[in-house]
């Protein structure tokens, strides 16, 4: 019966470290997601910049028109950004598109993240939204989106 008490204890202490854990990190997350929302409000963090040249990838014919845009999106409660990018396609036939994002410094001599996107199945004249994931955390203010490689290649 000692040890079946002694054994409750513990797991009753695992549990109650793990829950102040969980509420410590919930704290953090919201403190960073508000900066990094009143970074973007302020335009601190944005996709403008000096990015690199954009390569086309395996893709025949350069489709950087097809980019509508690419937002770094809220900070969710683990920390992480959950970057969207928006396509339309204007090709005349269906598309699938592979989209390589970077998260960096504004003057860009810092890489904090990198991303990949893909968006399949966009028919000729429809737009579609892709998400990517970035888990780097703690980002300084004017951090900057690069795309570095968009492609286009025909739906199978």
């Given at each position: 019966m000692k040890k079946l008490l002694i054994v409750i204890g513990?797991?009753?202490a695992l549990i109650i470290g793990?829950?102040?854990?969980t509420a410590m990190m919930a704290g953090v997350a919201v403190?960073?997601?508000?900066?990094?929302?009143?970074?973007?409000?302020?335009?601190?963090?944005?996709?403008?910049?000096?990015?690199?040249?954009?390569?086309?990838g395996l893709g025949s014919k350069d489709a950087s028109a097809d980019l509508v845009s690419v937002e770094l999106g809220p900070v969710d409660i683990v920390g992480w950004h959950t970057p969207t990018v928006t396509v339309k396609n204007n090709s005349d036939g269906r598309s699938d598109y592979s989209v390589d994002?970077?998260?960096?410094?504004?003057?860009g001599s810092?890489?904090?993240?990198?991303?990949?996107?893909?968006i399949q199945n966009v028919e000729a004249g429809q737009s579609a939204t892709g998400?990517?994931?970035?888990t780097a955390e703690d980002l300084p203010a004017g951090v900057v989106i690069n795309v570095v490689e968009f492609q286009r290649t025909a739906s199978v």
């Open positions: 513990i797991l009753f793990m829950i102040g854990c403190d960073v997601a508000e900066d990094i929302e009143a970074d973007i409000e302020t335009g601190a963090a944005t996709t403008e910049g000096d990015a690199p040249t954009m390569d086309q994002i970077t998260l960096t410094s504004a003057d810092v890489q904090f993240d990198t991303s990949w996107v893909y998400e990517g994931l970035f």
